[in-house]
């Protein structure tokens, strides 16, 4: 059940409706617990069982860490909880990329090995709350947080289902604590809700799914297609990408908004950025604060030795790529990021300090941005020779073929990104919230009316072809 | 003061219902703002009909006749196997398969009066317009959220297809296809996805250049799973098919009304046909003759009845139990040849378009 579906838009209104008539906070909490597994059940049923194990184990892991004196034993259970959590998240998601690795291996080492591919279905959202979850166990373990105070508000925490599938990657130390009084949401928070729900829809399904197509195109045949065509496909990936997770974690926190709860911020503008830090600050911050809470920190975060604290960059990088995928790609892109961090600190170490230097914050915007978008060609290509052909395009060291591109295109992604600019300056979003009860509603009904047309219904197949 | 907003009880929920109603005012304003700034003929846009149109209108000017219906006509009716056997009736035409796989009697109707339409009367020749009469009514529910149907359902189509309601269908049947015209309808209105495909130009489908080259006509190679169906279906075949008396909808009629009223040029031939399945080996149906037409009575030629045309129910001519294989389809456009020449032969009015 994605958020653009019909049937997601029935599901949240009867959950809303029952939720704020339910009168007990104990009662609303077991009903959201309820339909969360219901949300996630209409993926598949089985992997309910899975979710609601993994999280009572570390429930019980937790309140073992907590409740036991030796530091060993703590130690111990902790370990059992990533072990637990991380086996599971490696025999989903990675087993098959280890054995294809370790085959390939012994093929450049002239052993020849047979490749068992095991037909293994990657349960949805499994990054996420497999994160999560560890999240709550480290933190239990560093005395951070207390434990939850039962089974129930644990699993909801765990389950809770506008961010189970995607995110934002919420700790549950962030959001236990939301679970101990009634919820309650006011009128021009509903609205603003409603806003950031639309736009939400509108990224994910008017732009990010409408230029996927022509994505598509040049990154399956990038051979035939012009440098601009993939300049422009590189560009419109970045929109993609950018307008569907963050429509996304829009959607949720709005969801989430509307039974009273918050959500972590998980998007700010990134391709604003002035530096590679400043992206990773803006891009998939609940991801990237949790690789640096819980990866970083644990190598041992910044040393007086430079050269330790760029080496705990770069596996930092390279663990937040392999979480994004299980290809050597997007270990490339982890690290190729982790590069760029160590030299962004150096450049800046050497550089003078120039605060307020408008032709540096330009310059910085410019090299972040073009290099964000060329390694989003490492994340999005199947491989590395497609990878390689679009990266000389990207960098016209190659003029490539005839193929190319409706040329508005190439205009799209500079046109959102002063789009993005100028509402972030005016906060029109918020301004709406704000307008009279009436107003909004007229104004709401009128928003969607563009939304609905813009949904890409054009690249449906016709499931009669199916049959 | 900060204004809380509950939900409980109800008639709290519901005092806020004029807000919705505001909201329902200002979507349809917006929508129909929008649904007249988009470009009229969008509603024909949606592969692969417009892959049909494209070619259409490559061979406008060669054209005099055509077939029009489900994928038992895309892969059934093969123009230049037509073409030879009308000929050696005596009356020439150049014809095309205008059949899409999926196709229901609204989209069959709107690419024939955007056949009719263009029509330029040939010289001594008759112009035919060839109708499935079994194709589907409309589109299936899981295909709702398309823009073949979306792009399609105008006021105006919903009305036809609302006329394949009435009658002697049953009432369950009788609400299905009402509640899917008026939902395709109300999508339309709204302008479900048209504003998404008239910015972002769609990627076209790869073009099928053997169905250009057959005119439209494009039979596939069989699969084993057809083949085992063809096999088991004459296996199971009863020595007489039931007959089944199937009724004539209003919808039928409005067809003709329909296709004879956006023609360009005068005395067109308009005909039904009912395309066979092997399903018609246990029910055969039953059809009359004729049906009244704008121009007087018009021919149905029922291809469902084995004992009427046992050549056409043979194993090797299906490709699988609801469709001919490429000889199969050579052996139907013969037939319906033969039976579209004797009609003209009866009536020469038809023999002369534009007279």
Known sequence: ?467 | MTQHWSFRPLWRLLRRAPLVAWAAVGFAAAAGGLHLALPAPWHLYAPPRSDKLAMLETRRAIANAAAFGSSRVHNGFDPSAFDVALAEHGYPVTSLNLGIFGGAQTEERALAREFVAHLLAPVSAPCLVLLELNAGLNFQTINLFHPRAINLYDPDTVLFALQFSGGRVGAVRRLGRAGIALAAGMLHIANVGMLGEALFEPVPDPPAPRSDALRGFLNEDPSLAGLAGVKQAFESRPSEPAAETMPLLPGNQEMLVDVAAAAAVSNIQLVYFVTPTLENLQRAPRYPDTIDGPGGAVPIFNFAQPAKYPELFEAPLWSDPGHLSRSGAATFSRLLADEVGAWIARTPRASRCGD
């Not at chain 1, 497999?130 to 480290?138: N, R, V």
């Not at chain 1, 590395?384 to 990207?394: C, D, E, K, V």
């Open chain 1, 1 to 467: 059940m994605l958020f653009t579906e019909l049937r997601f838009f029935v599901f949240l209104g009867f959950v809303l409706f029952v939720y704020w008539s339910l009168t007990s906070n104990d009662h609303r909490k077991t009903f959201l617990l309820l339909a969360s597994y219901v949300f996630y059940g209409s993926w598949d049923w089985r992997f309910v069982a899975m979710l609601f194990l993994l999280s009572a184990g570390d429930f019980f892991f937790a309140r073992r860490i907590d409740g036991s004196q030796s530091a060993a034993a703590r130690r111990a259970y902790v370990v059992a909880s990533m072990t637990m959590n991380l086996g599971v998240l490696g025999v989903f998601k990675y087993c098959n990329f280890f054995i294809d690795s370790a085959v390939s291996l012994a093929d450049a080492f002239g052993a020849s090995l047979s490749r068992p591919t095991l037909q293994i279905i990657l349960p949805v959202g499994i990054s996420f709350f497999t994160f999560q979850s560890l999240s709550y166990t480290i933190d239990v373990y560093r005395r951070e947080l207390k434990p939850a105070r039962n089974l129930r508000d644990y699993l909801f925490v765990a389950a809770f289902f506008p961010q189970l599938v995607a995110g934002p990657i919420t700790r549950p130390a962030f959001f236990l604590p939301q679970l101990v009084d009634h919820r309650v949401v006011t009128a021009p928070e509903v609205r603003r809700f409603l806003v950031m729900f639309l736009i939400g829809y509108l990224k994910k399904a008017g732009i990010a799914d409408n230029v996927a197509p022509f994505v598509d195109r040049v990154f399956g045949d990038p051979d035939s297609f012009s440098a601009i065509a993939s300049l422009t496909a590189a560009w419109l990936y970045a929109v993609q990408i950018y307008c569907d997770f963050s429509g996304y974690s829009d959607m949720a926190i709005a969801s989430a908004g509307l039974m009273g709860y918050r959500l972590v911020q998980n998007f700010d503008a990134p391709y604003l950025a002035s530096s590679i830090q400043d992206f990773w600050r803006r891009w998939h911050i609940s991801l990237s604060t949790w690789i640096r809470d819980y990866i970083y920190v644990s190598l041992g975060g910044r040393s007086p030795r430079r050269v330790v604290t760029y080496r705990n960059i770069l596996l930092t990088m390279l663990a937040g790529g392999l979480w994004h995928g299980a290809a050597w790609t997007f270990v490339a892109w982890g690290g190729l990021h982790g590069c760029a961090l160590i030299a962004d600190r150096e450049t800046k170490r050497r550089l003078p300090p120039a605060r307020g230097s408008v032709v540096r914050q330009c310059l910085g915007w410019f090299l972040t941005t073009n290099f964000v978008c060329l390694a989003w060609i490492l994340f999005r290509a199947a491989d590395f020779g497609t990878a390689l052909t679009l990266i000389r395009h990207y960098l016209m060291l190659d003029s490539g073929g005839s193929a190319t591109l409706p040329p508005w295109l190439t205009a799209l992604p500079p046109a959102l990104l002063i789009v993005q600019y100028a509402s972030r300056s005016w906060r029109w979003p918020e301004k709406l919230a704000f307008l009279e009860e009436r107003s909004f509603a007229l104004t709401y009904g009128a928003a969607w009316a563009f939304v609905v047309a813009l949904l890409p219904l054009a690249h449906r197949p016709f499931i009669y072809f199916q049959f």
